[in-house]
């Protein structure tokens, strides 16, 4: 069946698979096969491998840099249902939330209905044009799986509108708050662009600083590759 979601025509069969498979299917690959973690795509098999381990279907999660959607799409595959599950998708920029919509109802046009697709768009996913320093103030304490960070510009535009330390740390100081306990905040720091090391080092800094009783902090890098993206994660214990 060909249809449009918005302005993204999709191609879907309905009476393919069902949910019920679609989350078997996902859920029995938890970990990725070892080639995943150590190609040019490594940083990021590993991010969403730490990923999978906390989240469950009808999560509420939040990309805090949404860029082209495919961090977006990940997390939306594992966490909606048709009826349960609420993604928040951000970033400052428009073309970035528009891209992540079609890169979102893409990714979901073989796993559900037309029908489908277009109430889990219009009730459970929320794409907000601010600056992650903040996040929407409806979204209570504790109420978050994951909060995912994805840290540098949107790939293939203007690269001077990029994360900054200053709003990368008041972001990730609040999303301490609003993520629940067992939840992760997943951060992916890039060291090769201009400002990146600084960046890098900052968030390091902070994920230091969280209380180990509270929080177990890691970060994960190849110690053979000295400017290849860092992945810190933050799982919060209590
Ligand atoms: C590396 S891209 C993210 C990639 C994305 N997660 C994906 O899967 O395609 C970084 C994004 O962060 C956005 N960004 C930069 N500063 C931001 C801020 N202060 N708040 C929210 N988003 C921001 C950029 O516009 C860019 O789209």
Redesign the pocket.
Known sequence: MRRSVGRVLVTSNPKQGGYANVQAAMMSTLVPPLPQLIGVKGHLNLAHMFLRQVLRPGDTVI??????????SFLARIILTPDSGSLVS????EQ?LAKTRETLVLSMAPLYSVKQIESMMRDRVRLVLQ???SFPTDIPDESVAAIVY??????GSDKS???CPA?TIASIEAATRLVKTHGLISILAYRGHEGGVEETAAVEKFATSLKPFDWSVYSHYPLNRPTSPVVFTLFKNA
């Open positions: 990309d805090a840099t949404a860029g082209k959607g495919h961090d977006s951000m970033d400052v920029q970035a600056n992650h320093r994805n840290l540098g510009y949107l790939p509108i990029t994360t709003d």
